[in-house]
């Protein structure tokens, strides 16, 4: 290189080896675009903003003296030029798989702390570098100090629980002391070159000649700097600090001149003196927690308290960089919500300014807000110094903040407040003779804008200052606020909140004194209770910590059975992935020579597009093409995601329908180049409105009724209502109802950390080979073809590894492939696509928010007898894969209940926002959501126990009774005077073994209700819960055999006689009844089926497809509903008629039954024989409704049919039934279940009982809720809640090709469909190739070692037709092709494998081999040692070992079967500011026999922590009118981070639960756990609850409260924004949603609670008083906050209200963040309530004698 040509301007090190940067690279490159482009080591890149920790790597910077300082920070936000001298270390150089792992990868690896294994080796050098820097700082190395150090790195897979482990695992094997980790380096680390560190290279990086860049400066003097300012041209100057700003605003210029300030030794400086301490502006923020950390004396703890605050801004990696000049510098120029700033101002800060004609300082709250102050910036001007007062003996000093989530959140409110007992104001009357209180909110400015400010709250001050520490001097404090801060509603946090927050923050710091003077207060407390209600509520608690998550795993011992397979094997390659060896989509054929692209995205949400020019962008070097539609080569289409039923453009042509459609790509040499030269192209659009508006919400869409809807989504078996039953009749028998209720369901954005990315390079012959980070390759090989206009087999995709996907990448990187493919072709070069983080979130939806109005009819015991679900759920402006979500949702929806009558409606909204697709767990999860809400409504509704009304509606196989023994506490809550017990569902009347006695006779108990009536319904006390917790356990203890009082007490059937019963047969009527009538329910259940006779129902026989028309093939001839062919009856209430029509494909050789043949269901027949049976005549009623419920299902489902067939019309597309609703292997054997929508849970599987069971034992549930239920008695402001929630999830694996070759030295190389995405399916594949071809070894040499094989990369020209690795089931569909290749292997070598022997597996493996290969140099095998699997998605046989594909798909039914788990959460959260953690959760898991354990236990933990994140803090917020994201960014968009996680977090798997229809007996694991976190809503609604029911809390005791207690209150006051309105003639339900809260929108706001006509006129005025400074938070307050019914009940209520069982408050919906928590909870501000509590008049009222008398 010619250095006088390109002068060096940087020289560094990265990893021990020295590079030079010259001036073809930029100094103001990012350190991790370098590392990817310019290095083997590839780094991570993820969000390019400092949010996520991917790209960590650790610096050390050196002195040629020796002097080391090191540190981590994210490689994304650090500009090569500004590590200079420095050396760089990523995980590779700590260890790899040359020279050895760290001990860090070693846990990592042991403790499955790597999934996808995109974030973990930023973990890696996180954790390490923490570690060095306790050891440097002479701090001992704790868990809690670990947690600390991943402050600032996210995991999206692992739920943390697993890091954490192995932090602790670091600890515990004394690796953290034993290591020379902390030791500055000495060179003498194994492996070591001493590159690096040695002083020749030092001294080399230091000393070596460089340039100065005429884009970046490096002064080291005021005047270097000023003379440079002078030089350049400041508006496209910017001074570098740490650089973290760019990491928040996006908007920063593109090719700016740096000036880096942190060479000059003055913005450096750190003095600490007695007076006061002061820092230089370019001093990093960790460099002034250290600082204050290590003063110490008599004002220690103020400092500490500035340390604990100043440990939440951001996290380590983003404070190591940042400094304190930047952070005053963009809070007062971008409003940043800065921490440090407040935490100044409240310490009395001032800024030093400094410019060329010298310095001045200025106060920071004058600073900090341009608007406070006469402080007028000149320029060119710099921060240089900030400098506070020290803190004396005298002061105090507290700083609390509140944010959307613990750490790594900036912050929503913070406040500092500092206060000293002397003062020079001798007029002070306090004894806190001084004080500054700063308080950090967003503030409505008076133009109406609001911003984010920090500022002095001289009127608290005063108030403080003025008044005696005692309980009005509080009060006056507290009521000063609203006159200094003036809050907005900002993003994710209302005004009210913010003024909320503020005040609990103050109310904090001041309670203590107060509630230390009160025993000397004044006469007004004379009264007891009115003093320990005070002392109560003076009880302030201290801020939440950060909690470190642990948790125990129970997993069964599966280790004979079939190993390596159940065995906890170590994850494949995880040791790769933690050293950062690993290779990702993005690291593909980097070599230099590749070209990067990126998309021009639409900025309008609708509009026509009148022109594109890209001629700006083309102009600037480096800039090679523009490419769009009319690229396509000839024979090509515009189009490209498959998967879904609705094409989609590659790009827009004439017309944009959403913001962020991709309108072309620029390719440039560089990603930032392309990145920003997109920005140059100009895109003209038409008018506005000429397309009409834009429709951004769901309320818009309903309203305008956009949906979608035609043949292909309606005829579709995947989407269509579901029925069963008659709900509208069962509604309007029921003797309670809830009607149109309303739930929002949240989205959630898929936040996988690899973001999309593509690799294309054309090759010979008109061929095309692209790497995709996708889950379909196959589906990404036919979007490249289309748009090339290529043969499939000239399209070669491939994929190693995802770095998390999570339904994301389904169908949405076929746009990513097939643009990199089409600017590959057009340039002839390798093209290289990778999305941002942010146009990730904004070109991709993530999850389909979803509104539904529900109606429930239900018993006054909670069993519900009829629901009715409406729902619209969002979609974007593309239809992708929302018909799955809406399907499922639909058929899923009864979920672990028996609703005898339901039915399903749901609509798909059509807006002008990014295509929504599915995310993990997609309609499941909705389904889970809406029925636990409505099983928590009804309980709320009855003011009965939650967990007692989910029992009385659960599903029951007579099997699985024996388990569910009632414990006393169902006893207790059995049900109301007078109520008799009756059947809740239908499986009461399925099928048990005649064996089952006690079963029988807990049948009788629960089906008929002819024993006595139950004792009364008396809601648990503390005292009695405590009880029905013991004897509960007692239950356990006397398994199957439940104590005789229990059963008599509930029945009146003793178990002798319940014995009897079964033995004289009436056990086995019950049982055939049972079966005949589950039939029947089969026999109605789909359109293509005939009816066939009620008494014997037919058994399935080889050859037959299904239990229909014997030797028919039932896929070719077509059933229609009886009205469609003219001279049949019509079909009746009581009868159905199905008519056979032609099938003009059906097979001459097959049997059909004659054209227009009639089949009927007499449905009456049912009922009558229902009803035959004596004592059961509400149950016959039951199975008669059903039944007929069957049969208008059916011909709803054919609706389509029906319809077309009166229009004359035919209808093209049988209905097929769904293969995976409904499993042609549908008779009901015994033990077996149906769901009312159909689903077939076979006996084996329904262990809904048990997981329940479980769950309520492992969790010590009524122990705890009794806990739970005295903690909240006992305290005031922070309030606990605890909640069980099931789940249901039905599985039906796909098919799944897989190739296994076996090579002449014995080893074997897998190549399948299936897609490693961090769910471990490669490892299950290696464990099952294993275990299959060990089979050909002795038994004693079993199985072949796992080393001999490799899992090679998913390749479409290896193993096609895959299809997309999904649904939880990829792991076993892939097993399973593999199970069939190694079968056929088998069958190969049997010969050459007979007998053979040797020292070992492998020895003897090899010799075997030796016999078919002859001389493995030169000759061919003998025999074909590669075989093709390929699973069709059928059942495997019984021994799970399955049977050769051909045998198969003749005669076995799908695959299909269903798990279930259930979970128990306890929450807490902090009243002041709606701040909330989970202290435990317990999951009882029924994996079958999971095929690894570790593996699957990280499925289940990472997949609730996802949900939890959905519950939480994950908030999607669209801009109504523009349809942008807003939240679309790390610093907008939060995930869980490590102290999100259940504090105790423990996760057991069911024992015997063999999976006779899965493979090798296993279930699914991926998603299911994440429909339990319905629990953690549930737990938060019931602390709001509790914090509603708190009498204390309350505005005045006088007050009349709406409390769940209060039906009346309940019925008559239906809440405006969640209540259906009156719905419009044409459209009722869309026109009552139109009128609903949207999630899609800034929350509305509450409706404003007035006071009722007969309260009295005082009441009114104490209401208005709390009404200050515009502090309207009583509004709030509502009724339904308080648990009234968001539905208006239409039934009556006998039900007598109990206040002992804390009802549930339903208003909050999900997320329930912290601003939404606080929201809920609303009620008076704390001014108010203590001034009741203390008798004190409002504030005007109140007399100067208060003053002494309190
Ligand atoms: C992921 C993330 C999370 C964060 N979370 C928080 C949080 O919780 N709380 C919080 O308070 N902050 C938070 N921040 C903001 C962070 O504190 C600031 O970005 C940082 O303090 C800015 O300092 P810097 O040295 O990086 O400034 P730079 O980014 O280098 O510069 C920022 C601006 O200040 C100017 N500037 C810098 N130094 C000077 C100077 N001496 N004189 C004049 N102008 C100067 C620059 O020209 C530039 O315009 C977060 C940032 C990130 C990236
Ligand atoms: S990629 Fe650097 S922090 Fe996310
Ligand atoms: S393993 Fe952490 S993000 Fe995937």
Request: hydrophobic share 40%.
């Amino acid at each position: 290189m010619d250095r006088q040509a390109h002068p060096v301007h940087t020289i560094f090190s990265i990893n021990g080896e020295t590079h030079e940067l010259d001036s073809t690279v930029s100094p103001s490159l990012s350190l991790s675009e370098y590392l990817k482009r310019f290095t083997p080591f590839k780094g991570k890149i993820s969000c390019s903003e400092g949010g996520c920790g991917a790209c960590s790597v650790e610096i050390i910077k050196c002195s040629p003296e020796g002097e080391h300082r090191r540190t981590a920070l994210n490689a994304c936000l650090a500009p090569v030029g500004t590590l200079d001298g420095a050396s760089v270390h990523t995980s590779e150089s700590l260890g790899n798989q040359t020279k050895g792992f760290s001990p860090i990868q070693e846990q990592f690896a042991r403790h499955h702390a790597s999934q996808c294994g995109f974030c973990t080796p930023g973990f890696v050098v996180a954790i390490d570098a923490h570690i060095k820097r306790c050891k440097d700082q002479g701090k001992r190395v704790t868990l809690k100090e670990l947690q600390k150090g991943i402050d600032g790195n996210l995991c999206r897979c692992t739920g943390y629980a697993p890091i954490i482990k192995a932090c602790k695992a670091l600890i515990d094997a004394g690796d953290v002391e034993d290591l020379a980790f902390g030791l500055p380096c000495t060179g003498q680390r194994p492996g070591c070159q001493q590159t690096c560190h040695s002083k020749e290279a030092v001294r080399h990086r230091l000393q070596a000649p460089r340039s100065e860049s005429p884009a970046f400066h490096r002064p080291t003097t005021f005047q270097e700097l000023f003379a440079i300012l002078h030089a350049v041209d400041l508006s496209k100057a910017r001074f570098v600090a740490g650089n973290t700003g760019s990491g928040v605003y996006k908007d920063w210029p593109t090719q700016p001149t740096l000036v880096e300030l942190k060479h000059i030794p003055q913005l450096r400086q750190q003095l600490v003196t007695k007076e006061s301490i002061t820092v230089g502006a370019a001093v990093t923020l960790e460099e002034v927690i250290h600082l204050l950390a290590s003063i110490k004396g008599p004002a220690q703890a103020g400092y500490a308290a500035m340390v604990e605050h100043m440990e939440r801004i951001a996290g380590h990696l983003v404070r190591a960089a940042a400094t304190v000049g930047g952070n005053v510098v963009l809070a007062r120029q971008r409003a940043l919500q800065s921490d440090y700033c407040t935490i100044m101002i409240a310490a009395g800060a001032d800024v030093e300014v400094t410019s060329r004609l010298g310095a001045r300082w200025v106060p920071l709250h004058q600073f900090a807000d341009p608007s406070q102050g006469s402080f007028q910036q000149q320029r060119p001007e710099i921060v240089s110094a900030v400098r506070f007062p020290a803190l004396t003996p005298h002061s105090r000093f507290w700083s609390y903040k509140v944010a959307a989530r613990f750490n790594n959140a900036h912050a929503m409110v913070n406040t500092s407040i500092w206060m000293s007992t002397v003062s020079q104001d001798a007029s002070a009357s306090s004894p806190w003779q001084a004080t500054r209180v700063a308080i950090g909110c967003p503030t409505k400015l008076a133009t109406g804008k609001v911003e984010w400010r920090a500022r002095r709250a001289f009127h608290v001050e005063a108030a403080i200052r003025a008044s005696p520490a005692n309980l009005l001097g509080l009060v006056s404090a507290l009521e000063a606020l609203p006159h200094d801060i003036n809050p907005g509603d900002d993003l994710g946090a209302s005004a009210g909140f913010c003024m909320a927050a503020a005040e609990g923050m103050v109310f904090r710091t001041l309670a203590p004194f107060v509630a230390a003077a009160l025993p000397e207060a004044g006469h007004r407390l004379q009264s007891p209770e009115q003093r320990a209600s005070l002392q109560r509520l003076l009880a302030a608690p201290p801020p939440m910590d950060q909690s470190v998550p642990l948790g125990q795993h129970e997993v069964p011992d599966w280790s004979h059975v079939a190993p390596p397979v159940h065995l906890p094997v170590e994850k494949d390659r995880i040791r790769l992935q933690a050293s950062g060896e690993a290779r990702y989509t993005g690291d593909m054929m980097l070599d230099g020579a590749e070209l990067y692209a990126y998309v021009v995205k639409s900025a309008r949400a609708l509009a026509t597009i009148t022109s594109v020019d890209p001629s700006a962008a083309l102009q600037v070097p480096g800039v090679l093409k523009y490419i769009s539609a009319s690229d396509i080569p000839k024979g090509g289409i515009n189009g490209s995601v498959h998967g879904s039923i609705q094409p989609e453009p590659l790009f827009a042509t004439d017309r944009v329908i959403y913001q962020g459609q991709p309108i072309g790509l620029i390719v440039a040499e560089s990603p930032s180049l392309a990145e920003r030269a997109c920005d140059l192209v100009r895109v003209e659009y038409g008018p506005d409105g000429e397309l009409g508006d834009p429709i951004i919400t769901l309320e818009d869409a309903i309203a305008k009724s956009s949906f979608f809807e035609g043949p292909a989504l309606v005829g579709g078996s995947a989407f269509r209502k579901r029925s069963i039953g008659n709900a509208t009749a069962a509604l309007q028998a029921a003797p309670h109802t809830i009607t149109d209720a309303s739930y929002m369901l949240p989205s959630q954005q898929h936040m996988y950390m690899e973001p999309h990315v593509s690799v294309a390079e054309p090759d010979e012959d008109g061929t095309i080979s692209v790497w995709s980070s996708t889950q379909s390759p196959d589906a990404c090989q036919k979007a490249v073809a289309d748009v090339l206009g290529l043969p499939y087999h000239n399209v070669r995709v491939r994929t190693r590894r995802v770095g998390g996907a999570f339904g994301g990448k389904v169908t949405r990187p076929c746009q990513i492939a097939a643009g990199a493919a089409l600017a590959a072709w057009k340039l002839g070069r390798k093209v290289h696509l990778a999305i941002t983080r942010d146009d990730d979130l904004r070109m991709n939806g993530g999850r389909n928010p979803t509104k539904v109005l529900y109606s429930v009819g239900f018993q006054p015991d909670g069993r519900i007898t009829a629901l009715d679900i409406r729902g619209w759920m969002q979609c974007g402006a593309l239809l992708d894969l929302a018909f799955n979500d809406a399907g499922v949702l639909q058929a899923k929806a009864d979920q672990a209940y028996a609703f005898p009558n339901m039915s399903v409606d749901i609509k798909l909204c059509r807006c002008n926002i990014a295509p929504k697709t599915i995310v993990r767990g997609p309609g499941f999860l909705n389904a889970a959501l809406v029925a636990e809400h409505i099983l928590e409504h009804v309980a709320q509704h009855l003011d009965l126990d939650p967990v007692v009304v989910r029992e009385r509606n659960f599903l029951t196989s007579l099997a699985e009774l024996p388990h569910h023994l009632p414990s006393a506490d169902e006893a207790t809550a059995a049900g109301p005077p007078g109520q008799p017990e009756r059947s809740t569902n239908l499986a009461t009347e399925s099928v048990a073994s005649p064996s089952s006695a006690s079963a029988v006779g807990a049948s009788m108990r629960h089906a008929d209700g002819d024993g006595p009536a139950s004792p009364s319904i008396a809601p648990p006390s503390v005292a009695q819960t405590a009880d029905a917790a013991k004897h509960d356990q007692r239950d356990r203890v006397v398994q199957g055999s439940p104590p005789h009082s229990t059963l008599q007490s509930q029945s009146g059937v003793s178990a002798v006689e319940q014995r009897n019963m079964s033995e004289t047969g009436l056990s086995s009527q019950l049982i055939r009844r049972g079966y005949e009538h589950m039939y029947n329910r089969i026999v109605a259940a789909c359109c293509p089926r005939p009816p066939k006779s009620l008494a014997n129902p037919p058994q399935p026989s080889s050859g037959i497809r299904r239990p229909g028309l014997q030797g028919v093939d039932e896929a070719a001839v077509h059933w229609v509903p009886a009205a469609a062919s003219p001279g049949t009856p019509a079909a009746t209430p009581d009868r159905l008629h199905m008519v056979h029509t032609s099938a003009n494909n059906a097979s001459a050789s097959l049997k059909r039954p004659p054209p227009n043949a009639v089949a009927s269901l007499p449905l009456a027949d049912v009922g009558a024989r229902a009803n035959t049976v004596p004592g059961n005549s509400r149950a016959a009623e039951r199975q008669a409704a059903s039944t007929k419920g069957s049969a208008e299902n059916t011909a709803s489902n054919c609706a389509q049919h029906l319809e077309a067939a009166a229009a004359g019309r035919v209808v093209s597309r049988p209905c097929q039934p769904d293969r995976r609703i409904a499993p042609a292997d549908d008779v009901l054997r015994p033990g077996d279940v149906r769901t009312p929508l159909g689903t077939h849970i076979k006996a084996g599987s329904f262990t809904l009982w048990r997981v329940w069971d479980g769950v309520k034992k492992m969790s010590n549930f009524y122990q705890r809720r009794a806990e739970v239920q005295e903690f909240n008695s006992q305290h005031a402001w922070r309030k606990r809640g605890i909640a069980l929630s099931p789940v249901r999830f039905d599985v039906a694996p796909a098919a799944m090709p897989a190739a296994v070759t076996i090579y002449a030295d014995g080893s074997v190389l897998v190549s399948h469909g299936g897609i490693e995405m961090g769910q471990g399916l490669a490892t299950k594949v290696k464990q099952v190739a294993a275990f299959e071809l060990g089979k050909l070894l002795p038994a004693a040499l079993q199985p072949l070692p796992m080393e001999l094989v490799r899992i090679g990369d998913t390749d479409t020209a290896i193993s096609p037709n895959g299809g997309p690795t999904w649904s939880s089931t990829g792991s076993e569909s892939t097993c399973a092709a593999v199970q069939e290749a190694c079968k056929q292997l088998r069958g190969s070598l049997a010969a050459a494998m007979a007998g053979v022997s040797g020292a070992s597996a492998a020895a003897a493996w090899r010799s075997g081999l030796a016999k078919v290969h002859g001389d493995p140099g030169i000759f061919p095998a003998t025999v074909l040692l590669s075989a093709y699997g390929f699973f069709d998605g059928t059942q495997r046989g019984r021994d799970g070992n399955g049977q050769t594909h051909s045998q198969a798909s003749a005669s076995r039914p799908p695959m299909s079967y269903t798990l279930f788990a259930a979970a128990c959460t306890e929450v807490e959260i902090d009243v002041l500011t709606g701040e909330h953690f989970i202290r435990q959760t317990d999951i009882f898991f029924d994996c079958g026999r999971s095929l690894n354990p570790m593996i699957d236990m990280g499925q289940v933990e990472g997949a609730f922590v996802f949900g939890l994140g959905m519950m939480t803090t994950e908030e999607v917020v669209v801009d109504p009118r523009t349809g942008r994201l807003l939240t679309d960014s790390t610093w907008t968009y939060k995930i869980p981070t490590a102290p999100c996680v259940p504090s105790q977090f423990n996760v057991s798997f069911l024992k015997d639960s063999p999976n006779e229809h899965g493979v090798m007996s296993s279930k699914a694991c991926g998603e299911p756990s994440l429909m339990l976190v319905a629990s953690i809503l549930a737990a938060m609604r019931q602390a709001v609850a509790a914090a509603h029911s708190d009498p204390a809390l309350q505005h005045t005791s006088s007050l009349p409260l709406h409390t769940a207690s209060n039906p009346a209150a309940q019925h008559t006051s239906p809440q405006p924004h969640l209540a259906a309105t009156v719905p419009s003639p044409q459209n009722p339900a869309e026109q009552s949603l139109s009128n609903g809260n949207m999630h899609s929108q800034m929350p509305l706001p509450p409706a404003p609670r007035t006071a009722s006509a007969d309260q009295g006129e005082d009441e009114r005025n104490v209401l208005q008083d709390v009404h200050v400074g515009g502090h309207d938070r009583l509004q709030e307050s509502t009724d339904m906050q308080h648990g009234t019914c968001p539905g208006s009940c239409q039934g009556g209520s006998t039900v007598q209200p109990s206040n002992s069982f804390p009802g549930s408050f339903l208003g909050l919906e999900a997320p329930a963040t912290v601003a939404r928590v606080r929201d809920a909870i609303g009620g008076p501000s704390i001014a108010a309530v203590l001034r009741n509590a203390a008798g004190l008049q409002p504030a005007e009222l109140c007399s100067t004698d208060d003053w002494e008398l309190i």
